[in-house]
């Protein structure tokens, strides 16, 4: 049986400031995808949130990117909107860029990752979301999952996984797309998605059956606004065991935190906590940045679950490292590393300061 899974997010209002989502902010997404499902648009849902971020994740019969599907969740967070205006919570509506919707969310603001699968007999499925953080800081785990056999043993001992994954990679400045087979090709593959604010995977591939493994949203909020609004606080979906990495291979990335763009004022790096849904609530500096991730099992499209993944004590030293790793950044203050590149900032007085001070800079003699 052939089944979409789309996963549509959007920031329509935080509380406190950027830090969570309002319970009667979700209960209204709730309500419109309670009655999406009865009409049977829908075959099932679950609304979440990571942070500040409304996420609807859906199954259905429609295929990827199809309008109806789209049109729901537009509409959805335009009700949402309603309500975080009425609590007047922050920057209510923030994603919504457009007032009309033309067809497709994608480019509108909220984010999205799509796959339509043939569903197997059993079909584990996690799906993660971050918050304070930007598309490309899925590469580094991805590459682990599907590249890395000392995060994933199946790709050494498992017969199935051995010939290994296909990546497509996105030049999200740029807008071109370069596909690498791996593990021929990971030295080319790294050349690019080690630089992840600019190359993100948006989709990785089983290289023997074609069959879609993964897929992650990559809109660039502040590339599509022609300005910086805000970062996009990204999704991804990974299909787990069989001919997949297992669960806890798929997990596994996240034992260890690694270093993100899009702390405080979404001009900062910081430590990607894996945290439990209801951790989730992103405070010290706006912060750190927060990776939650749900487990479903589909049957017929049905999502059994979720079960919360890092609500785990597993998952505790991870944590732990997270906190001591974001108190070794706060230390650099405003300086590099910790602040991004001058590019990379969501935020940037430097046009004002340079203008300001124009009259007083003067030619270095050599
Ligand atoms: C980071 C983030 C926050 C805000 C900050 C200022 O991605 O969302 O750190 O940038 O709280 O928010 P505004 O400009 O909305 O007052
Ligand atoms: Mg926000
Ligand atoms: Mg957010």
Not at 41 to 67: F, P, R, S
Not at 192 to 210: E, L, Q, T, W
Not at 279 to 300: E, K
């Amino acid at each position: 049986m052939k089944v979409t899974l789309s996963v549509i997010k959007a920031d329509i209002g935080g509380w406190v400031g950027h830090s969570d989502s309002h319970p009667e902010v979700l209960a209204k997404a709730e309500e419109m995808m309670a009655r999406a499902k009865k009409e049977g648009t829908l075959i099932d849902y679950h609304v979440t949130k990571c942070g500040d971020d409304a996420q609807l994740i859906m199954t259905h019969n429609h295929g990827e990117e199809n309008e109806l599907i789209h049109k729901l969740s537009w509409d959805t967070f335009l009700a949402c909107t309603e309500v975080a205006k009425k609590l007047k919570l922050h920057g209510a509506g923030q994603d919504l860029l457009s007032d009309a919707f033309s067809g497709n969310v994608k480019g509108m603001g909220p984010g999205v990752a799509e796959c339509e699968i043939e569903e197997r007999g059993a079909e584990s499925i996690i799906i993660f979301m971050a918050d304070k953080t930007s598309s490309g800081a899925w590469n580094l785990p991805l590459y682990k999952i599907f590249a890395d056999p000392f995060n994933t043993i199946g790709l050494v001992i498992a017969g199935n996984m051995h010939t290994g994954f296909a990546f497509e990679v996105h030049d999200v400045k740029e807008h071109k797309k370069v596909t690498f087979n791996c593990p021929e090709e990971i030295y080319d593959l790294l050349v690019f998605i080690g630089a992840p604010s600019r190359f993100c995977i948006k989709s990785v591939y089983h290289r023997d059956s074609g069959e879609i493994a993964a897929v992650s949203s990559t809109q660039k909020l502040s590339l599509m606004a022609g300005r910086y609004v805000g970062k996009d606080d990204p999704v991804c979906i990974v299909r787990a065991q069989g001919h997949f990495p297992a669960v806890g291979e798929v997990l596994e990335p996240f034992a260890h935190p690694f270093y993100v763009e899009g702390w405080m004022r979404g001009s900062h790096m910081g430590p990607l906590m894996p945290v439990s849904v209801p951790d989730a609530t992103p405070s010290r500096f706006d912060g750190p940045p927060r990776v939650t991730s749900l487990g479903f099992q589909l049957a017929g499209g049905k999502l059994i679950g979720p079960k919360d993944m890092f609500d785990d004590i597993s998952f505790e030293n991870a944590r732990a490292e997270a906190n001591l790793m974001a108190d070794i950044m706060r230390q650099h203050g405003p300086f590099e590393p910790h602040r991004l590149p001058l590019d990379e900032m969501e935020y940037t007085t430097m046009p004002q300061v340079v203008d300001k001070l124009k009259d007083r800079f003067e030619i270095l003699e050599d």
